[in-house]
């Protein structure tokens, strides 16, 4: 079995102020890990993957993650919002052993820009 | 664009009639998937395809619902006897599936948003 839960469902920051939102998994298996985000009228995009290996792992735009098995967090930063990062962002969880087949999405958290 | 695309990306429709969506993958994909999502939650799964053959679905997904690929490229699903629980955004996926490399991101489409009255 394997879930994840964000812990914040609305985070507003204000424009070059750093972004945290907040992510706790559980998995049966050793876990495959994303920030996916969601943007009004577009598709799902992916920031950033974990796969096992660095832990600290980059995306795109500026994000990143750290992946912490013991504390099984996956927490999204970003030094600086941009208020272009306003969206919907998504913690996704699947077993590593089976890939990319199973995506397990958290209920989403809502980030706001403050200009 | 060559993303997936979905289409219609909206469908109204009254209780009891049933709905059909498209997906059309990115060309190259070999994977196809089918997410349902509600509002305020995240994307659930629904069923997968490598090629045309449907390897997993989902308990979400009753008997109400069909999801076919017939020639390993686009994609149907339908919804017979539509109610209102099936009011969601249905999402469609894709990735390129090549011997033992299981990370490739999956690509989303915009989504279908059904609303059943």
């Known amino acids: 079995a394997q879930s994840v839960t964000q812990l914040d469902s609305h985070v507003s920051v204000s424009e070059g102020t750093p972004v945290l939102l907040r992510c706790n998994y559980s998995s049966s298996y050793s876990p495959s890990l994303f920030w996916y985000v969601q943007h009004p009228n577009k598709g799902l995009q992916l920031l950033l993957k974990?796969?096992?290996?660095?832990?600290l792992v980059k995306g795109i735009n500026g994000f990143e993650a750290e992946f912490k098995k013991s504390e099984t967090s996956f927490h999204l930063t970003k030094p600086s919002a941009h208020m272009s990062d306003a969206a919907e962002y998504f913690c996704?969880?699947?077993?590593?052993?089976?890939?990319?087949?199973?995506?397990?999405f958290g209920t989403g958290t809502r980030l706001t820009i403050i200009p | 664009d060559t993303g997936v695309s979905q289409d219609p990306r909206h469908k109204i429709t009254k209780r009891g009639q049933n709905v059909t969506f498209r997906c059309d993958p990115i060309s190259e994909h070999n994977r196809l998937y089918w997410y349902r999502q509600t509002l305020g939650q995240g994307p659930e799964f629904l069923t997968y395809f490598q090629n045309e053959a449907q390897l997993e679905k989902s308990r979400l997904l009753s008997d109400r619902f069909s999801a076919e690929r017939p020639k390993g490229s686009f994609s149907t699903l339908e919804i017979q006897r539509t109610e209102q629980g099936d009011s969601a955004m249905y999402l469609c996926?894709?990735?390129?599936?090549?011997?033992?490399?299981?990370?490739?991101?999956?690509?989303f489409g915009p989504g279908t948003r059904l609303t059943v009255l």
């Open positions: 996926a894709s990735r390129k599936k090549t011997g033992g490399e299981s990370y490739n991101e999956q690509f």
């Open positions: 996704v969880v699947s077993p590593a052993w089976f890939g990319n087949e199973k995506l397990t």
């Open positions: 974990y796969t096992s290996a660095a832990t």
